[in-house]
């Protein structure tokens, strides 16, 4: 009885401990949340640079509630890289906040030598799964290989092989690698998966993949360059070239983002994204929110990450396909499938294997590609 | 010398102008022998990115990898020599193409009794005002196939014909469009060195009964050869820095040149190698610079046989004549109305390839940020697009410091040349401020990217400032403004001068009372050169420019990449307006002559 007792109060005043711990917690989160709003207000202005163009309807609205101004800059993602890694260097305080892609870009030159910090803000703690919170996931982008489909109804190919054959010379579109990190990763990604790539060769073709390079991956990569792939500037323009109508012969586009098929009816394009492909219908890659360790306005840039990462600060993008929250209440476009579909289909990559290899990727692709 | 007998002369020399140059002389090299040491330095380092291309490094570390890979390795071919190559074959051809079209029409105009010869003059002088990638914007909007997908080119649109690859992109347009940006260089040194030949001896070879062509032959090419050789070289060192039509026309069809290939390398995070290449271009250019000294030494010998001539007799083009004028004409318009009522007209069009009258609209210039209009870009009209008025902004900033200071800066050397002639001083800082004429322009800005990203002890870092990219232009525009300094001060004979030192003037008084208002027009001249390059940079600020100190013509790469034309001609546009209206407005309030500050 005695011991019951004891043992009982005990766990009383465990419990009493914890939840205290946890009411002094929480208050002081709380606190320090209005204290952050207020300096926030104070500060009137951040400034962010991101990857996605949707980011100034952000921040207009975002201006709008809090009043804070919002100076955003749209930049492509090695720009960004770029641009954060050399004003960090030169010790420039311009940007308060990132959205930001190509993790092994960001990895080796801004997060390990500690110019960008990791920041979950209070909407995202439960909404967004504890995975992805180191660094937090704003979203995850899908990029796909499309066609035209007014010429096809359904998709012309069955594997990602067939776009290096005769038939496909000098009609596939892509983003010039070296200027796309993403592309760099996804394809280290063939290189780690090797096996699987020759082994859809084989289906496809009935013989053995004769290999020139190492690996089954950068076959395929040199494969792809050498049939006078076609490389472009920008997705917008390769979704544009692959589904304008009216086409004898329209080309092929290669891992492009899906959300630019948002625009193919108010374009009038004939666009449809090959889902079926073997062995991987395209790659998805995620996006990160990340804060500048050495920012202007540090509060009003927690405030505006507090924004993005809930329902209404994601509002610009939840109208589009091809881009999905990992914020879990956010629902995906009506018009879209569910990310698990998409998960399933596309392949993405190891970060640390990508860091590893995309030198190689990147060295074939400008050897291959060079005239 | 005892230290009283030099210190003695110190003071003597240390006037204001003397001072100064030593300033100037200390601080080009700075920017000019420290980037080199930094640049060379990343050559031998392993980057953030490359550790594990490099097994076993850590960033920092020393490494011989780049050098390897670049020269060596099996994919050197890829990684240099086929860039070289094309590089070479690039400026070399174009270069010849321009010095043919230059020379002939400098030829035409100077020793012929071709009509119209004011107007041609002018005329031909403004492709080189244009922005150098301005006929390759033009050229893709007249010649594109559907390879690069979007809209057809005008041609396509008029006669339904398909141009092949090898005629819309690559090699062949790169040269033609960089030949007719570069050829007005050609005509306006070919031209001052015809006018300098005394026409005696052409006469007396005429006396002689020599016929026109050996006349040519033996007396005019030699005579010419030095201008038409430096001609060769300078445009031949400018094709090797420049980036835009290359990476345009080039892009599509996969051709690499080193300008674009060191631009790859540093955005794709190879600064090693990329340095390499840089370097690797610098040399090339240094080579030209003592290549060219040499040939102007010559030059300048053959022009002091030849004293003043009597009135020149003009060769007559005969029957030739109206055929030659109205062949020169059509030229010259193709060349220049033409690229940029090309661009202006696509600036017009809704829908980019529909050249309806149906289709024709302001929108691209004057129309709110639309996601339903036309190419549904989201972006305002540009006469009301925050970015891109900032950017235009800039641009007229960075023109007008970087004249002042060349303007300014160019004087006090041209000062300090002709007063000290003939001293080791002087002949140091008139190489030394000729030198970054001939720094490709791309490996230029990676140079002052390298110097300028970190602090360097006293140095502030500039990166993501208008000084840094002031300093940029400014320094390598200073030749310009230099070379017109120096020409003009050689004029001045020290006795005006010495006489109002005699009544007492100090050095600021008889500056700005005597010799600023003697040499107002060169002095002009001298600023308007490097107004004009700043204002249609690219090669050379490409790799400095931050999103808040975008310039027009950086900041059209933005939409040129996303295919959205219409912005990018609109722009283009908008500076070849100002650019000449300056010109104009300059040349009838200052009487400045452009010609003046080019090559000397």
Same mark, same amino acid.
């Given at each position: 009885m005695k011991r019951t007792v004891r043992l009982s109060v005990s766990i009383l005043m465990v419990v009493t401990l914890l939840m205290s711990l946890s009411v002094v917690g929480s208050a002081q989160t709380a606190e320090n949340w209005n204290d952050i709003v207020k300096a926030a207000t104070k500060e009137g202005k951040v400034v962010v640079y991101s990857t996605t163009s949707r980011i100034m309807a952000a921040a207009e609205a975002f201006q709008q509630r809090t009043g804070i101004k919002v100076?955003?800059?749209?930049?492509?993602?090695?720009?960004?890289?770029?641009?954060?890694?050399?004003?960090?260097? !030169?010790?420039? *305080?311009?940007?308060?906040?990132?959205?930001?892609?190509?993790?092994?870009?960001?990895?080796?030159?801004?997060?390990?030598?500690?110019?960008?910090?990791?920041?979950?803000?209070?909407?995202?703690? *439960?909404?967004?799964?504890?995975?992805?919170? @180191?660094?937090?996931?704003f979203a995850h982008v899908s990029r796909v290989v499309g066609y035209n489909s007014e010429k096809y109804k359904t998709a012309p190919f069955e594997s990602i092989w067939d776009l290096t054959t005769p038939q496909w010379k000098g009609?596939?579109? &892509?983003?010039?690698?070296?200027?796309?990190?993403?592309?760099?990763?996804?394809?280290?990604?063939?290189?780690?998966?090797?096996?699987?790539?020759?082994?859809?060769?084989? =289906?496809?073709?009935? *013989?053995?993949?004769?290999?020139?390079?190492?690996?089954?991956?950068?076959?395929?990569?040199?494969?792809?360059?050498?049939n006078d792939i076609i490389i472009m500037t920008s997705d917008t323009r390769i979704a544009e070239a692959?589904? =304008? =109508?009216?086409?004898?012969?329209?080309?092929?586009?290669?891992?492009?983002?899906?959300?630019?098929?948002?625009?193919?009816?108010?374009? @009038?394009?004939?666009?449809?994204?090959?889902?079926?492909?073997?062995?991987?219908?395209?790659?998805?890659?995620?996006?990160?929110?990340?804060?500048?360790?050495?920012?202007?306005?540090? @509060?009003?840039?927690?405030?505006?990450?507090?924004?993005?990462?809930?329902?209404?600060?994601?509002?610009?993008?939840?109208?589009?396909?091809?881009?999905?929250?990992?914020?879990?209440? &956010?629902?995906?476009?009506?018009?879209?499938?569910?990310?698990?579909?998409?998960?399933?289909?596309?392949?993405?990559?190891?970060?640390?294997? !990508?860091?590893?290899?995309?030198?190689?990727?990147?060295?074939?692709?400008?050897?291959?590609?060079? *005239? | 010398m005892n230290p009283q007998a030099f210190l003695g002369r110190v003071r003597r020399n240390a006037t204001p102008h003397t001072i100064l140059s030593v300033v100037i002389i200390a601080f080009l090299l700075y920017v000019v022998v420290v980037p080199l040491a930094v640049m060379i330095k990343e050559t031998f380092i392993v980057h953030p990115m490359e550790r594990f291309q490099i097994p076993g490094t850590l960033p920092g570390d020393a490494t011989l990898s780049h050098w390897k890979k670049t020269f060596t390795g099996s994919s050197a071919g890829a990684f240099f020599f086929k860039p070289l190559m094309n590089t070479l074959i690039m400026s070399i051809s174009m270069s010849i193409l321009a010095m043919l079209i230059g020379g002939i029409l400098a030829w035409l105009v100077v020793r012929t009794d071709l009509p119209g010869k004011k107007f041609i003059s002018n005329l031909a002088i403004v492709p080189y005002i244009m922005p150098s990638w301005t006929m390759s914007l033009a050229w893709i909007t007249l010649f594109k196939n559907p390879r690069i997908g979007g809209s057809v080119g005008l041609?396509? #649109?008029?006669?339904?014909? +398909?141009?092949?690859?090898?005629? $819309?992109?690559?090699?062949?347009?790169?040269?033609?469009?960089?030949?007719?940006? #570069?050829?007005?260089?050609?005509?306006?040194?070919?031209?001052?060195?015809?006018?300098?030949?005394?026409?005696?001896?052409?006469? $007396?070879?005429?006396?002689?009964?020599?016929?026109?062509?050996? +006349?040519?032959?033996?007396?005019?090419?030699?005579?010419?050869?030095?201008?038409?050789?430096?001609?060769?070289?300078?445009?031949?060192?400018?094709?090797?820095?420049?980036?835009? +039509?290359?990476?345009?026309?080039?892009?599509?069809?996969?051709?690499?040149?080193? $300008? +674009?290939?060191?631009?790859?390398?540093?955005?794709?995070?190879?600064?090693?190698?990329?340095?390499?290449?840089?370097?690797?271009?610098?040399?090339?250019?240094?080579?030209?610079? #003592?290549?060219?000294t040499k040939l102007l030494g010559a030059r300048k010998s053959y022009v002091t046989i030849s004293g003043k001539g009597g009135k020149r007799g003009l060769v007559s083009l005969g029957k030739a004549k109206w055929p030659v004028t109205v062949l020169v004409m059509v030229f010259l318009v193709c060349v220049t109305f033409v690229p940029f009522g090309v661009l202006a007209i696509e600036s017009l069009t809704l829908i980019p390839g529909d050249y309806s009258l149906s289709n024709l609209t302001l929108h691209y210039w004057i129309g709110p940020a639309s996601t339903s209009i036309g190419l549904r870009t989201g972006e305002a009209g540009i006469l009301r697009n925050t970015e891109i008025l900032r950017a235009l902004g800039n641009s007229l900033k960075v023109g007008l410091l970087t004249a002042l200071v060349c303007g300014v800066l160019g004087m006090l050397i041209g000062y300090t040349v002709a007063r000290m002639r003939g001293t080791r001083f002087a002949s140091a800082l008139d190489q030394l401020s000729f030198m970054p004429y001939l720094m490709p322009s791309i490996a230029f800005g990676s140079a002052f990217l390298a110097l300028f990203s970190v602090p360097r002890g006293p140095v502030p870092s500039l990166y993501g400032t208008l000084a840094l990219l002031v300093l940029a232009c400014a320094v390598k525009y200073l030749p310009y403004s230099s070379r017109a300094g120096i020409s003009a001060m050689m004029q001045i004979g020290p006795e005006l001068e010495e006489a109002a030192t005699m009544a007492g003037a100090s050095w600021f008084k008889r500056i700005s009372s005597i010799i600023f208002p003697l040499q107002k027009s060169s002095f002009f001249s001298g600023l308007l050169l490097p107004f004009i390059s700043a204002m249609r940079e690219l090669s050379l600020v490409v790799l400095l420019v931050t999103p808040g100190t975008q310039l027009a013509t950086s900041i059209t790469l933005k939409f040129t990449d996303r295919g959205w034309y219409p912005y990018t001609n609109a722009v283009m546009v908008l500076i070849v307006l100002t650019v000449l209206a300056t010109t104009w407005i300059s040349r009838k309030l200052m009487g400045t002559d452009l010609a003046k500050g080019i090559g000397g």
């Open positions: 100076e955003a800059h749209r930049l492509s993602e090695t720009e960004l890289i770029e641009r954060v890694y050399r004003e960090a260097r !030169a010790g420039i *305080k311009s940007v308060d906040l990132v959205l930001i892609e190509d993790f092994p870009s960001m990895k080796e030159l801004l997060v390990t030598p500690g110019y960008l910090v990791n920041y979950v803000p209070p909407s995202a703690r *439960k909404a967004v799964p504890e995975s992805m919170h @180191n660094p937090l996931v009609k596939v579109m &892509i983003r010039d690698l070296a200027l796309t990190g993403e592309h760099q990763n996804a394809f280290t990604e063939l290189i780690r998966r090797s096996d699987e790539l020759a082994l859809d060769y084989e =289906k496809r073709f009935g *013989k053995k993949l004769q290999l020139r390079e190492d690996n089954a991956g950068l076959e395929f990569l040199r494969r792809l360059s050498e692959v589904g =304008k =109508k009216g086409q004898e012969d329209p080309p092929v586009g290669f891992f492009y983002v899906y959300s630019k098929h948002r625009d193919a009816e108010a374009k @009038n394009l004939a666009i449809k994204a090959a889902v079926d492909l073997k062995p991987f219908a395209g790659y998805y890659y995620d996006m990160y929110l990340q804060l500048s360790s050495n920012p202007a306005n540090p @509060n009003a840039a927690k405030l505006f990450a507090d924004y993005l990462m809930s329902l209404e600060g994601f509002t610009p993008w939840s109208s589009d396909i091809g881009i999905y929250a990992s914020n879990g209440a &956010i629902e995906h476009h009506p018009q879209d499938m569910p990310w698990e579909w998409w998960e399933s289909r596309l392949w993405t990559y190891d970060p640390d294997f !990508a860091i590893q290899n995309r030198g190689i990727v990147l060295d074939t692709w400008i050897r291959s590609v060079s *005239k | 041609f396509q #649109y008029l006669t339904g014909i +398909t141009l092949p690859d090898w005629f $819309s992109y690559g090699m062949f347009p790169i040269v033609i469009t960089l030949a007719v940006h #570069y050829f007005p260089f050609g005509f306006m040194l070919i031209s001052s060195a015809l006018e300098n030949i005394d026409s005696q001896l052409e006469e $007396s070879a005429e006396l002689l009964g020599a016929g026109r062509r050996l +006349t040519l032959r033996r007396i005019v090419f030699p005579l010419v050869m030095p201008a038409i050789l430096s001609t060769f070289l300078l445009t031949f060192s400018r094709g090797l820095g420049t980036f835009g +039509t290359p990476s345009f026309l080039g892009g599509p069809v996969r051709l690499y040149v080193l $300008s +674009t290939l060191l631009h790859a390398n540093l955005v794709g995070q190879r600064p090693g190698m990329a340095y390499l290449v840089a370097l690797v271009m610098i040399l090339m250019g240094s080579l030209i610079l #003592y290549m060219d």
